[in-house]
């Protein structure tokens, strides 16, 4: 199959009064077509700054895509200037965020934010974007679309935004889309709906979406492949079955442990003892040494970062020997 | 909407009174007679005088013939200039006040509004900090030091306006130009606040994402909450453009209504102290309502309940 | 009990090394340390200056009149010959008395109003709120005007007379703050602690909403010198024989064309200290980084 984006060895970096935050730090991954991508990880562990720069969305200054490169068609999106960029966003690649509360704008109507993209990269004329933008709200399932159009995000509940958000980041029909926890902030039974409505979409529609969440059991659930970072870095990679069938690093295991749906009753949850480390201070070796269980830590790298080893077809593991589960290949 | 008018104007109408009674008493305590002025009155005249405006009776039955001549909408006569009614005289030089204030806003927001954006957008550039450095000095020249310096450059040395007065059509513009300076300041700072607030909000990055461009997100995505703030100072800008215009006019030597007030009080016009002060508190209030409409106007969250 | 006992105490280490923090940011901006210096250097020049003058405050010198900065009379002397030097530095000190002294009535007004309101919250609070707006919509400038000439001329009741009319802003800060804080755990604890009211609002709750007080109190000090001036401006400040900026500018103001440094000294000194209160208000927002209490 062919890749819809390939990044390699992205990194990224802030420069800010406390030092060099480096958010990023040598990620790749690829999305090939119709296929659902995961990013997870603890939070700050640099999910949403690898997307956004994808984008071109984070700060800069303080932000700086420090290298790599991200290949989308036959463009590298990371060398795009910025007005090619907002030719790929939101019509080519579009994005959902985390917080439906604050991602739509108050001061307009839904309607009007929901056609922005239709007018924009379309062209379309006002009558028609809205004539569009009624079916797309009926198509994520808001009954009432004509009406509904005419109102504030205010008049909206939270779910009910996150409808409007898919809506407005599928209505120009991208390849990609990237969701950004994009059901972290719902409660539990709207979050269902969610997930099933950009499964659903996703199907019908056959694009390729990158997921990211700290949520394994959502992962479980919609991605392909899964990408586990940590720190800044990848720590492995592989498809979801072949992940939660055979995890080989420790943070992953550490993560699956902690799925409280998958810890036996009556026993305490689980919890990763530890802060994830500071990223303007990096140890030199494995980034998550420190966490570790006493007698594996020797085992850790400590001088020089941990490289990416495929041990098995399509999985790809960091390969610190304190972390890897079972050893490693040499 | 219509109920929040109605309780605001029942509010406005305590203020009047309030406003009213405090006034009374205030410029009664000043030491000093309103017809103690050049020219001593035969004692007959003065007798005369205060029987009319009723300074011969106790306190109380005073403020309620004034007061009740106030709610009949009677402003009575001027005690210092006699026989004028000061209505007449608020109408005479409130229109003065009110072009010297309007223009004055006018230039504020001109110059601020822009600078204030282009500041926000262009953070920490140089635009942004000449822009803010020039909103400080603003802030710190007061107009009775700005006013000096616009007179000698425009009236004294280039010779093309008035230095002060009330004669030609262009006089006007030092004044509203000193004014309009030290608000585009204020308006100038404000706007940069809010604008970069809201350019930090998620749903400004929302729009970037959709691929709006830059100068389309300022003007639609951002300016509409940016401006809440300025809208929400234009209240208290207007009122103090226009009640506090007493410096102003005694720089400029205009025939405004601030020059009557300070002269009022000096002279203890007890009737048209009161009136002034009425005017003023009446003119602030519709501003203030007009403000808060606005505001509501523009915040789909507030209008709509 | 004893959970509760802990939770006090644990609030306080943090907040000092919170002003730790904002000391530090403060010191890596360049402007506003500039500009505190020349407050430092302004305050003392004031305060500490006339008493090393030569020249008395009132000493009029009728043969020398007006003449320019000169080795004799550093700030030159005005019409009457007075020396313009003790003048302006005396006048400074007045300026900075009543920028002070305002704001520290201001000050106490506005915290003890906005944190009982903020603190006892429900009906109280709107009510006392709405009362504050309703004073927000006076012409508050006629009633400064108002007020001394009411109580005549003098330097304390002109002090009280700004700061009474100041203090609104500062009860708003205050409110928000606190309101904000009054839900806190350690709140919740001292009142378990059966604490009384007061001495929670004065103990706990004061101390942690004291950023935002300060940032507007360094704010309100350049505000209420403005205020002053512009009295003084009007002939309703201070009287002769004592002068402060605002009565120099409008003197000089009176003289520009012929006896510029009458002007443009005085307004300097106004301008100057003004502009270094405010940046030093500003450096301190963003050290302390804190919102305004506004909204
Ligand atoms: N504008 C910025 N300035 C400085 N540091 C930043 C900035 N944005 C992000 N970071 C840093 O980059 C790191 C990664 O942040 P990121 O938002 O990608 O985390 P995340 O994995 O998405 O976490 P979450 O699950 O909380 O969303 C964080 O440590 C954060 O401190
Ligand atoms: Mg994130």
Same mark, same amino acid.
């Given at each position: 199959m062919s890749a819809i984006i390939e990044v390699k060895d992205l990194t990224v970096a802030f420069h800010t009064r406390n030092g060099v935050v480096r958010a990023v730090d040598g990620v790749s991954f690829r999305v090939e077509a119709g296929q659902t991508v995961g990013i997870v990880g603890e939070s700050g562990s640099g999910k949403s700054v690898t997307c956004y720069s994808l984008l071109g969305l984070i700060s800069q200054p303080p932000g700086r895509i420090e290298g790599g490169s991200a290949i989308f068609g036959n463009q590298d999106l990371l060398k795009l200037s910025e007005k090619d960029l907002q030719k790929v966003r939101g019509s080519r690649i579009s994005m959902i965020f985390q917080d439906p509360m604050t991602s739509l704008n108050p001061f307009l109507k839904v309607g009007t934010q929901l056609v922005e993209p239709l007018r924009l990269h379309q062209g379309l004329d006002k009558a028609a974007a809205w004539k569009k933008g009624i079916e797309a709200l009926a198509e994520v399932g808001i009954p009432d679309p004509a009406t509904r159009m005419d109102q504030y995000p205010h008049e909206f509940s939270g779910g009910m935004r996150q409808r409007v958000m898919i809506a407005m980041a599928l209505i120009t029909r991208p390849q990609l889309l990237i969701a950004d926890e994009p059901t972290t902030a719902l409660d539990v039974t709207i979050q269902q709906q969610v997930l099933d409505l950009i499964k659903d979409l996703q199907k019908r529609l056959g694009i390729a979406v990158v997921f990211i969440t700290h949520d394994l059991a959502v992962v479980h659930e919609i991605c392909d492949v899964v990408n586990v970072m940590y720190a800044g870095r990848l720590v492995e990679s592989a498809s979801a079955a072949d992940l939660f069938a055979h995890p080989r690093h420790a943070y992953t295991r550490a993560l699956m442990r902690s799925i409280p749906a998958l810890q036996k009753k009556g026993e305490p949850l689980y919890t990763i003892p530890g802060l994830p480390p500071d990223l303007s201070q990096l140890p030199d070796g494995c980034a998550f040494r420190a966490r570790q269980i006493p007698d594996r830590q020797a085992l850790c790298l400590t001088t020089k970062k941990p490289p990416l080893l495929e041990i098995a077809s399509g999985h790809w593991v960091q390969a610190c020997p304190g972390c890897v589960e079972g050893g490693l290949p040499l | 909407m219509l109920r929040f008018i109605f309780s605001r104007l029942l509010q406005s109408l305590l203020v009047l009174v309030v406003v009213f009674t405090a006034t009374f008493f205030l410029i009664r305590l000043k030491p000093g007679d309103p017809f103690k002025g050049e020219k001593a009155m035969p004692a007959s005249v003065l007798a005369q005088m205060n029987k009319r405006y009723a300074l011969d009776q106790p306190l109380w039955k005073q403020y309620f013939i004034h007061a009740g001549a106030f709610a009949r909408g009677d402003l009575l006569p001027s005690m210092r200039y006699e026989g004028v009614q000061n209505s007449k005289i608020i109408k005479d030089s409130f229109p003065v006040s009110l072009l010297i204030g309007l223009s004055a806003l006018t230039i504020a927001l001109g110059v601020g509004l822009p600078a204030g954006i282009i500041a926000a957008v262009r953070k920490n550039t140089w635009l942004d900090y000449s822009a803010m450095s020039l909103a400080m000095l603003g802030i710190c020249l007061p107009t009775f030091v700005m006013g000096p310096i616009l007179q000698w450059i425009f009236a004294l040395k280039l010779g093309w306006l008035n230095v002060a007065g009330w004669f030609e059509r262009t006089d006007w513009i030092l004044p509203a130009a000193t004014m309009g300076f030290i608000y585009a300041a204020y308006i100038a700072r404000l706007t940069r606040g809010g604008m970069l607030e809201i350019l930090n909000q998620d749903y400004i990055r929302t729009a970037r994402a959709k691929g709006v461009p830059g100068k389309q997100i300022v003007i639609k995505h951002a300016l509409r909450g940016g401006l809440l703030p300025v809208v929400a100072f234009l209240g208290p800008a207007f009122a103090g453009i226009t009640t506090g215009s007493f410096i102003i006019e005694k720089i400029f030597q205009l025939p405004g209504l601030g020059q009557h007030f300070v002269g009022s009080v000096f002279n203890s016009d007890y009737t048209l102290v009161q009136a002034t002060t009425v005017f003023y508190a009446a003119l602030l209030v519709l501003i203030n309502l007009g403000s808060d409409i606005l505001q509501a106007w523009l915040n789909p969250r507030i209008r709509l309940t | 009990m004893t959970a509760a006992a802990s939770a006090i105490p644990a609030s306080l280490p943090r907040g000092r090394s919170l002003g730790q923090d904002a000391w530090a940011r403060l010191r890596k901006n360049k402007l506003a340390m500039v500009c505190g210096v020349v407050l430092i250097a302004i305050f003392l020049m004031c305060y500490l200056g006339p008493l090393f003058c030569t020249y008395r405050l009132d000493a009029q010198d009728l043969e020398l009149k007006a003449t320019p900065p000169s080795a004799a009379h550093w700030f030159g002397t005005d019409e009457a010959g007075r &020396?313009?030097?003790?003048?302006?530095?005396?006048?400074?000190?007045?300026?900075?008395?009543?920028?002070?002294?305002?704001? !520290?009535?201001?000050?106490?007004?506005?915290?003890?109003?906005?944190?009982?309101?903020?603190?006892?919250?429900? #009906?109280? &609070?709107?009510?006392?709120? #709405?009362?504050? &707006?309703?004073?927000?919509?006076?012409?508050?400038?006629?009633?400064?005007?108002?007020?001394?000439?009411?109580?005549?001329?003098?330097?304390?009741?002109?002090?009280?007379?700004?700061? !009474?009319?100041?203090?609104?802003?500062?009860?708003?800060?205050?409110?928000?703050?606190?309101?904000?804080?009054?839900?806190?755990?350690?709140?919740?604890? !001292?009142?378990?602690?059966?604490?009384?009211?007061? #001495?929670?609002?004065?103990?706990?709750?004061?101390?942690? @909403?004291?950023?935002?007080?300060? @940032?507007y109190t360094t704010l309100t000090v350049p505000a209420v010198m403005l205020l002053e001036a512009a009295l003084s401006f009007l002939g309703l400040g201070v009287q002769p024989p004592n002068s402060s900026w605002g009565s120099l500018i409008d003197q000089g103001a009176k003289s520009m064309e012929t006896y510029p440094w009458l002007l443009v000294i005085p307004a300097a000194f106004f301008s100057v200290t003004l502009f270094c209160l405010n940046f030093v208000g500003d450096g301190l927002r963003d050290a302390i980084d804190v919102r305004s209490g506004k909204d």
């Open positions: - | - | &020396d313009q030097l003790v003048r302006v530095l005396s006048g400074g000190r007045v300026s900075l008395n009543v920028g002070l002294l305002a704001t !520290a009535v201001s000050l106490i007004i506005g915290v003890a109003y906005g944190a009982t309101a903020g603190y006892l919250g429900g #009906r109280t &609070d709107s009510v006392m709120m #709405r009362f504050v &707006d309703v004073l927000y919509s006076l012409p508050f400038m006629v009633f400064v005007i108002l007020l001394t000439v009411a109580f005549g001329r003098s330097m304390w009741l002109l002090y009280l007379a700004i700061g !009474a009319v100041e203090w609104l802003t500062m009860a708003r800060i205050v409110r928000a703050g606190v309101q904000a804080q009054a839900r806190m755990e350690f709140v919740e604890a !001292a009142r378990s602690l059966g604490l009384s009211n007061s #001495r929670i609002i004065f103990r706990h709750i004061v101390p942690n @909403v004291l950023g935002p007080v300060i @940032v």
